[in-house]
């Protein structure tokens, strides 16, 4: 699973199938989780509000690609496509520690022991 073509979508799933007593919010993180993720690292659109080219130092607006199809053109409805990248930001660290502790906890079920960067042992 070390390899390129394994992205973390596909790790997700076959997770989710050997491991199927996974809590639903364990999934459910991790699939949050993959959309943040996913966002910061595939969005490079962004919209400067005005009209010609943008001036130097101009502030631009990164949007969400799903959401700028539905965009009404206005600019009042340009913010409901905005990402706000340290709301984003802050989700993720959120959700990363607790679901990292529950996959811990489910491969120790299993029988497997990690060490973790910090030297500490979890699991079996």
Partial sequence: MYDDGFNFGMKRRILERIVPELAARTRDDLARLN???????H????IFVGRG????GAKTIAVDLKKVQKWDGTV??????????????????????PVEERLFAAFGKMGGAAIRGDG?????
């Fill in 120 to 124: 500490e042992t979890q699991g079996s």
């Fill in 35 to 41: 959309n943040i993720r996913n966002l910061f690292a």
């Fill in 53 to 56: 080219l943008p001036p130097p």
């Fill in 76 to 97: 009042a409805g340009l913010a409901d496509c905005a990402l706000d990248y340290p709301a984003l930001y802050e989700e993720f660290v959120r959700l990363a520690g």
């Fill in 43 to 46: 969005t490079d659109e962004s």
